[in-house]
């Protein structure tokens, strides 16, 4: 099997992934980095997929996903803000 140059390897891509989204760490750093620099940064869920260049979904995931692990909380009006 060759491959051609500049074409993804199918097999480095995860299911459910589109090949035009950054890996989770970078996206993780990403927005841990944005926050970090921004610290009342308050964005709702169709903003940061625009500013972090994701998909709403994927977006969503990850951000939850931060505000499971204490790094983001959930605003009354359901709007991403840093945990500190």
Known sequence: MTLRLG???RRAILRGTSPDEP?????VQRIVGTYAE???L???IDDAARLFGLRIR???AVMNDLV????L???AG???VSAR
Do not use: H, I
């Open 73 to 75: 909380r959930r605003a």
């Open 7 to 9: 074409s993804p390897d």
């Open 78 to 80: 359901g709007q991403y």
């Open 68 to 71: 499971r692990r204490g790094v």
């Open 38 to 40: 921004m610290p009342a």
């Open 23 to 27: 890996r989770r760490a970078e996206v």
């Open 58 to 60: 994927t977006c969503e």
């Open 42 to 44: 308050t964005l709702e």
